[in-house]
C-alpha cells in the first residue's frame, strides 16, 4: 500500500471553504475503512467523517467524497469556524498521511 498524502490545507477566515484532497492506493477496497480524522493543539484525534458517516460538529457543513478511478478522496469543508481548526488526516484501514494544517482566524 502507497502512502497516504494529503493536501488543501491552509490559514482561512471564518466562513471559507476548503477541500483538502488525500490520494493513496487500494481504495476500491473496504471502503468503509476510508476516512478522514482531525487533531486539534492539546486534543486527541477524532474521527470527522468516514463515507456516509459525519461527526455531528461538521455535519451539514463537511462533504465527504471518493474517486475511485485516482485512488483518491476529498473532504469539502464549508462554512469553516475557529473551532475547526486542526491537523487533518486521512485514512485508510491502518495508514495514515502526514496531515495538512487547516487554521481558522480572523
Known amino acids: 500500500q502507497l502512502p497516504l498524502v494529503e493536501s488543501g490545507g491552509g490559514v482561512v477566515r471564518p466562513g471559507d471553504s476548503v477541500r483538502l484532497s488525500c490520494v493513496g492506493s487500494?481504495?476500491?477496497?473496504?471502503?468503509?475503512?476510508l476516512g478522514w480524522f482531525r487533531q486539534a493543539p492539546g486534543k486527541g484525534r477524532e474521527r470527522v467523517s468516514c463515507?456516509?458517516y459525519y461527526d455531528d460538529s461538521v455535519k451539514g457543513r463537511f462533504i465527504f467524497s471518493r474517486d475511485a478511478a485516482k485512488n483518491m478522496i476529498y473532504l469539502q469543508m464549508n462554512r469553516l469556524k475557529p473551532g475547526d481548526t486542526a491537523v487533518y488526516y486521512c485514512?485508510?484501514?491502518?495508514?495514515w498521511g502526514q496531515g495538512t494544517q487547516v487554521t481558522v482566524s480572523s
Open positions: 463515507t456516509t
Open positions: 485514512n485508510h484501514k491502518t495508514a
Open positions: 487500494g481504495f476500491t477496497s473496504e471502503v468503509y475503512a
